[in-house]
């Protein structure tokens, strides 16, 4: 990140103004996102070590649940320790490095961007399997394609950061040395550091909305007709028992595609005139806290199998203290 200052050889600092012309009190909200996200720690730690413990959950759908697990707990990591650091401070600032170290990581573990999107969309995939093929389940979704599905996600996750950030390393932010860069957001977003920006952003806005919109939306041509299909077998099948079996498998899944995709139309899809900073706010405090908290609470407390696992886990620390 280089400064437009023509007599200047200093790189910026950005202040984030988020949080501070908010009427509710820093100390309340200081402790509402560390509740947050303890909880969210605490929450997909278990998740995650249950599934590794457990052998009864050592199947493709739990193994990618631990991956979105991870992600969660990456996201979270990533934006609110700084948060929480900033509430406590009178001079909430970031250097310009680890503001964009900040940028690459959350575009890394996004909620709202392709890890997420292509990972939901292979758990779709997983869900289609397991209902409507569930003969050839085994064979379709092992162990090594399920791997070889979630690294495939991550380099192309890792690849469109780096194409964003390498947009963003030329882009000015001040005119006069020595002045800071006002950021009204809690952490180093995309659309914020645009708007802050003094240089041209047309080719980070058009990245934004044809490849970035790609790889947000592709994921739906693959989510979409699984659950056309899953609902259509659900459909034919003859007890009611097992039709509800067979939501019951999807309920938790489809929770999170809800969330995940409401926080994208709320942020991407709405006109320039109401997407407002306000609205940005709000929309990333849903993708960086809360969804990343609902997470292993969605995906466990409507799911026996993880329940069960968890009992037996307490049972297992009674008998072998």
């Not at 402790?31 to 413990?53: D, E, K, M, Q, R």
């Not at 631990?66 to 979270?76: H, Q, R, T």
């Not at 466990?300 to 993880?306: F, I, P, W, Y």
Request: hydrophobic residues 50%.
């Amino acid at each position: 990140i280089i400064s437009c200052a023509s007599n200047a050889s200093h790189s910026p600092v950005f202040l984030l103004l988020g949080l501070s012309r908010t009427n509710i009190s820093h100390t309340l909200l200081f402790f509402l996102f560390l509740a947050v996200y303890l909880a969210t720690i605490l929450g997909n730690v278990t998740l995650v070590l249950l599934i590794s413990w457990d052998s009864r959950l050592h199947s493709p759908m739990y193994y990618l649940l631990l991956g979105l697990s991870v992600i969660a707990m990456g996201l979270s990591t990533v934006t609110l320790p700084q948060l929480l650091a900033h509430l406590v401070s009178d001079y909430p600032t970031i250097p310009a490095a680890r503001c964009l170290a900040q940028f690459f990581f959350f575009y890394a573990f996004g909620v709202t961007e392709v890890t997420d999107t292509l990972v939901i969309a292979v758990m779709a995939l997983d869900r289609y399997v397991a209902i409507c093929d569930s003969l050839h389940y085994i064979l379709v979704m092992n162990h090594q394609r399920c791997a070889c599905l979630l690294a495939l996600s991550w380099v192309v996750s890792i690849l469109h950061t780096m194409l964003h950030v390498g947009l963003i390393l030329p882009l000015c932010w001040t005119r006069d040395a020595g002045s800071n860069v006002n950021l009204p957001h809690f952490f180093c977003d995309h659309r914020p550091l645009l708007r802050a920006s003094c240089s041209d952003t047309h080719s980070n806005e058009l990245a934004i909305f044809f490849e970035g919109g790609f790889l947000m939306l592709g994921p739906c041509a693959l989510i979409v007709p699984s659950y056309v299909r899953i609902g259509a077998t659900i459909l034919r099948l003859p007890s009611a028992a097992g039709r509800h079996q067979a939501v019951s498998t999807c309920g938790s899944h489809l929770t999170m595609v809800g969330f995940l995709y409401g926080t994208i139309i709320s942020v991407y899809f709405q006109p320039p005139s109401q997407n407002s900073q306000h609205q940005d706010m709000v929309a990333s405090v849903m993708y960086t806290a809360i969804t990343p908290l609902a997470n292993p609470f969605v995906y466990s407390l409507r799911n026996k199998d993880v329940k069960g696992a968890f009992h037996r886990l307490l049972e297992w620390g009674k008998v072998d203290p």
